[in-house]
């Protein structure tokens, strides 16, 4: 029962929003341009509930790992049996090209928008916590220990730019190129200044690339300090840290394909099942940024241009918009069995990383 609670619910919980959202945006836009939309299923395989309400049936599928949205005149197959005039009104392949793209792409978009949503919410209700300048350590011999900074100083101002957080800190200090700087601080209740050449030093970066940059050379104490933010605030840290994600996961994708990033560190629905459930265990709030965090994972790779996800798709629309004529069947159909071996593949490689760490 514990196990059922903490890790196959949470699981169950987080990829079932995932994929609501995501074929939510589909059947959305879908309507907005009158395509009839046939089936709105969670999950994939045999039915386990159903409904049908006005022209749409609404499922749930057994296998809960994706879902889809049927629309009419999507399947090749349907070009065989010729539709109605009023169908062909509302048959997809019968809507201007920009139009099925709009569709398409609502999906990845609707990932990132879930994402947007449950950030400026969570910043709204609860606020943020801010790393402060507090320093913790200063490293023996560094350019900051030169200058007298010392444990417990709490650093205001870089170049007379006021300094709020850590990372503010750190971003002042990384713009500057081994010129002197002005630090103002507080210790004891008092404001001092003092002028640090930062030092150049190779360290490595989130991806463990080794890159130089300007250090002072010292170490964060730590302490946070809560912000409480209003409506605009909330909306702007909220856009700003589902920036980050985007851009982080975007660069991620790059330097797997760069081999920078190992193919190991890669993971899927059983590492995932994991992280949900210990993070349930410690409590079922830490979900909420997580499931964020893992939208923006699904919107960003729905997008990359491989055949049978909706990158693939917006790329043979793209080719019918330049064309002005649909891809020929033979070849949008080996695009796909090729994407399929693909995703096969990379499926294969994400269930064997993650049963390898479980061994380990």
């Not at 609670?5 to 945006?25: A, D, K, Q, R, S």
């Not at 629309?71 to 070009?79: A, F, I, K, R, V």
């Not at 209003?230 to 991620?252: N, Y």
Request: net charge neutral.
């Amino acid at each position: 029962m514990h196990y059922f609670i903490y890790y196959v619910l949470p699981f169950l919980l987080v990829l079932g929003v995932l994929i609501f959202f995501h074929e939510l945006g589909h059947f959305l836009v879908a309507k907005h341009f009158g395509i009839k939309v046939l089936k709105f299923s969670l999950g994939f395989g045999p039915k386990i509930l159903g409904k049908k309400i006005g022209e749409t049936e609404y499922l749930i599928s057994a296998i809960p790992l994706g879902g889809y949205v049927k629309m009419l005149g999507e399947s090749d197959n349907e070009e065989e049996d010729p539709l109605s005039p009023e169908d062909q009104a509302k048959s997809f392949s019968h809507k201007p090209t920009l139009q099925r793209i709009a569709v398409v792409g609502a999906g990845p978009l609707f990932n990132l928008l879930l994402a947007l949503i449950i950030f400026c919410a969570s910043f709204g209700f609860s606020g943020m916590q801010v790393l402060t300048t507090e320093i913790g350590q200063v490293r023996e011999g560094s350019p900051a220990g030169s200058a007298g900074l010392k444990k417990g100083d709490l650093i205001v101002s870089v170049d007379d730019m006021d300094t709020d957080s850590w990372p503010q800190l750190k971003a002042l200090v990384q713009k500057n190129q081994g010129e002197p700087i002005k630090i103002t601080l507080l210790r004891h209740g008092q404001l001092s200044t003092v002028t640090v050449i930062p030092e150049m030093r190779v360290v490595k970066n989130l991806f463990g690339e080794e890159i130089k940059t300007p250090l002072l050379g010292v170490v964060s104490a730590g302490t946070f300090r809560e912000v409480q933010l209003g409506l605009g605030g909330a909306l702007k840290e909220g856009w700003l840290k589902t920036w980050e994600i985007i851009e982080l996961t975007c660069l991620t994708v790059v330097k797997l394909f760069q081999g920078v990033v190992p193919l190991k560190t890669l993971g899927g629905p059983i590492l995932i099942g994991q992280m949900t459930g210990q993070l349930a265990e410690q409590s079922w709030a830490y979900l909420i940024p997580f499931t964020a965090v893992i939208s923006i994972n699904l919107g960003i790779l729905n997008l990359l241009p491989v055949p049978v996800l909706d990158g693939g798709f917006i790329i043979f629309l793209l080719i019918e918009l330049i064309l002005g004529r649909p891809l020929n069947i033979r070849k949008r159909e080996f695009a796909q069995k090729l994407g399929i071996g693909l995703l096969v593949l990379l499926m294969v490689v994400v269930i064997y990383n993650d049963i390898t760490r479980i061994l380990q």
